[in-house]
């Protein structure tokens, strides 16, 4: 989507070229009023003098007049049905009492609609209706709540409405912020297709899903999950970012999917499995069992993992050689070189090699992290060659069903269990009335199966035996040539869309590519996209677009700077009141663009201050946040506080 003023034709048609270049199949721009409408013809001349003949859409907001004049200019019209006739939102509770006098109230939606509809049939007009959680009709509100289900219901009435008119060139969108709403919605919607016999396309998108590593992270979650699904037809990855910027991961995720739809060999040596405890229209987190303390237990077994979801590190044996750099890698604070585990740091460490016994300092450095509650696993035959005191072993399931589960190798305290998903069913049976020391497991799907079907699969048969036993998914991606966005959106696609779904209680990202830091924020992030576990502020923010009232980009980055260290607290920030008011709801804080060089700030779906010039708004906010309680100052740097007290005693 464009970031241009639409009248200004000329940045526009550089800008459409841009994209067009970089690979887009369609650009949208915003087109809010008959100046705007007005220029999209002398947008579509000016592209089709210089060879473009790129599709163009127009994105309508509250003006179907406005509507039926750029029809005349573009390919396609996106209506959102919750503003095209219901106007700016608004949170009026309106009560009806019965379901005909609710669908009574689509005569007004008509009486606007159908125009549209005729002149999109005349012209051969393709048309999206796209529902936005953020801005549903106060109408659909009042009926249906601010719900997956109201949006498909929201989407279902306008479709109809295209139907009785005989217009059926249409998709749907179904967008959110929040990717656990996306996905639902878009399910639910497919399921009403199914049971109506109806089958339009789906444009997929989370929508307002920020800017680099947590905006990638948000989209391949949401993009992904229905990718694996098999649903989707077109894509769009809305970043806080110039928009060519937009196409790289866009086509990575397609390609994710289309590899699920057309590789066959993914599937080959799963297992066939009936699924039956997975219900798309209700989520359940699955929680697992935490570990409990025992009497003879020397340390804390209870920090290895962490109830709203845990990261795992792979930790090499160089990691080792160097202890600081591991602590600070694994998100440890330091105090006089000593670790202590932070609101982001690892829950438990992996060694897929245990250092000799001789070599004590090493091994000092590992007890440094057990004795804070960092969990340290290794494979049991590690254990058994190289003995390490307070160690959980892993051992493999199919080691279990074949062999029954050895005894703990000398100074190991509990078990986990490593899974793959391609075991018989019948191993799994062992994990019925297992032994209560085998406290989590491993879950590593080989890279040549598909990881989603194969975890969904585990799901399906550890709830057949009701064993609550945690599960982390092991993500391992061993090619050298896997850049940070490719990992991002792999890791996103592949353990959200469990994640999703609630199966799963955390991860552990492992690649030769990255190094450990990186891997940990990348595992938090995932947990933070999947609405598990909060470690920073989580940002709602718009990809811009000609309506957007200020710089949005620098002001992401503004108010990134000064509220970005405070875990728990959502901030959105929208360039305009298209979806800012409904997307409040979903999270603590608002900055919205409320007229040129003014802010609007918000408390949920709440204005509490109106006006705000553009200069004074990011200080406002602060403030703002300090007023209600959730304000807390930057984390200080402890060990560089050490040394600057030592520093002051020597003088």
Not at 189 to 208: C, F, I, Q, S
Not at 262 to 283: A, C, G, M, Q, V
Not at 540 to 553: A, E, H, N, Y
Not at 557 to 576: D, F, N, R, W, Y
Request: include cysteine.
């Amino acid at each position: 989507m464009t970031t241009t003023n639409t009248r200004d034709v000329e940045a526009s048609v550089n800008q459409i070229l841009k994209i067009a270049k970089e690979g887009a199949n369609l650009v949208r721009l915003t087109v809010q009023g008959r100046f705007e409408a007005d220029a999209c013809m002398k947008i579509r001349e000016s592209l089709w003098e210089k060879g473009c003949n790129i599709p163009l859409v127009a994105d309508i907001h509250f003006a179907p007049a406005v509507a039926l004049r750029v029809a005349d200019a573009f390919e396609k019209i996106r209506v959102n049905p919750g503003n095209f006739a219901d106007g700016i939102k608004s949170f009026e509770n309106k009560v009806y009492e019965t379901r005909e006098e609710y669908d009574a109230s689509t005569i007004h939606i008509e009486e606007l609609f159908a125009p549209l509809v005729l002149k999109c049939k005349e012209k051969n007009r393709a048309m999206r209706i796209g529902t936005n959680h953020g801005s549903l009709s106060a109408r659909v509100m009042s009926y249906w709540g601010d719900s997956p289900k109201g949006m498909v219901e929201s989407a279902v009435e306008f479709a109809e409405l295209c139907r009785k008119y005989d217009y059926h060139n249409f998709v749907f969108s179904m967008k959110a912020s929040n990717p656990l709403v996306m996905v639902q919605a878009y399910r639910m919607l497919a399921a009403e297709m199914y049971k109506r016999n109806w089958d339009y396309p789906l444009h997929l998108g989370v929508t307002e899903a920020g800017e680099g590593e947590d905006g990638r992270m948000k989209s391949a979650i949401g993009i992904g999950a229905l990718l694996a699904d098999g649903l989707g037809d077109t894509v769009r990855v809305s970043l806080t970012e110039d928009p060519e910027f937009e196409l790289v991961p866009c086509q990575k995720l397609i390609d994710i999917g289309n590899k699920l739809l057309t590789d066959e060999s993914l599937y080959s040596e799963i297992p066939e499995w009936k699924e039956t405890h997975r219900d798309f229209t209700n989520f359940q987190k699955r929680r697992g069992n935490l570990p409990v303390q025992i009497e003879g237990d020397e340390i804390d077994v209870r920090g290895f993992l962490h109830r709203d979801g845990s990261v795992f590190s792979s930790v090499s044996l160089t990691d080792l050689q160097t202890p600081e750099r591991l602590y600070r890698n694994i998100g440890a604070k330091l105090v006089v070189g000593m670790p202590f585990k932070d609101i982001a740091t690892s829950d438990s460490i992996y060694l897929p090699t245990v250092p000799e016994v001789d070599d004590k300092t090493t091994r000092r450095s590992i007890k440094r992290l057990q004795e804070v509650a960092v969990g340290v696993f290794a494979p049991i035959e590690e254990l058994i060659a190289k003995p390490l005191v307070n160690s959980v072993a892993v051992v493999s399931l199919e080691s279990i069903a074949t062999k029954g589960l050895p005894v703990l190798p000398k100074g190991s305290v509990r078990y986990a269990v490593k899974l793959t998903g391609l075991e018989p069913e019948s191993y799994y049976d062992k994990l019925v009335d297992i032994n209560p020391l085998v406290v989590v497991s491993i879950l590593e799907v080989p890279s040549h199966s598909s990881r989603v079907h194969a975890s969904r699969r585990v799901f399906q048969l550890l709830a057949d035996r009701k064993s609550s036993l945690p599960v982390i998914h092991s993500l391992v991606y061993d090619g050298n040539n896997l850049d940070k966005d490719e990992l991002i959106l792999r890791a996103g696609s592949e353990a959200g869309a469990l994640l999703v779904d609630g199966l799963g209680d955390g991860v552990m990202i492992n690649s030769p590519s990255f190094d450990l830091e990186l891997l940990r924020s990348t595992s938090f992030s995932l947990l933070q996209g999947s609405r598990m576990r909060s470690v920073k502020t989580d940002f709602v923010s718009c990809p811009s677009c000609g309506r957007t009232l200020f710089d949005l980009q620098e002001v992401t980055e503004q108010i990134k700077s000064k509220t970005g260290h405070l875990p728990g607290v959502a901030i959105a920030i929208m360039g305009c009141i298209v979806n800012g008011p409904g997307e409040m709801a979903d999270a603590d804080f608002g900055y919205v663009g409320g007229a040129p060089g003014k802010v609007d700030l918000y408390v949920g779906k709440e204005v509490i201050r109106r006006g705000v010039p553009n200069e004074q708004a990011c200080d406002a906010l602060v403030q703002l946040i300090k007023d209600y309680g959730r304000w807390q100052d930057p984390p200080v740097n402890e060990e560089a506080t050490a040394s600057e007290t030592k520093q002051l005693a020597q003088a």
